[in-house]
């Protein structure tokens, strides 16, 4: 089965942003299960990333514990977008530009998010279910 999602982002500002001004939209939030490809789309005015963590039934989207280097854990990670033109890992998504990652999703919840320094606290987080 094959599922296609595209990441769409966009983010604003300063440094110091308050919840809610950065935003992470996924314009397919029900996938279906095996290999999807995630296409992530900076329509922003600053570098992002698209992370895509685990999250258990009881979870909320937006309610991980953010710690002092003001990210979240991204224990059990299935991959991440974040490079400039470019597939999976790198040093994050310059405005204006994609990055894509195919990955092996199993049927659950999931939590896109962008992971840099603050984001997460602004407001930059989405929930995509698997079936
Ligand atoms: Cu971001």
Redesign the pocket.
Known sequence: MMGNNSGM?S?GGNERVPRGA?S?SIDHAHIGQGSVSLLAAND?S????LVVLPMSDSQAVGTRTISGDNKVEETGSLGEASSTCGAGAGDGIVPGSTSWVTLTLAPGRYEVV?N?PG?YAAG?YSELTVS
């Open positions: 982002m983010g950065m992470l922003g600053i570098s992002h990333e962008c840099l984001h930059m």
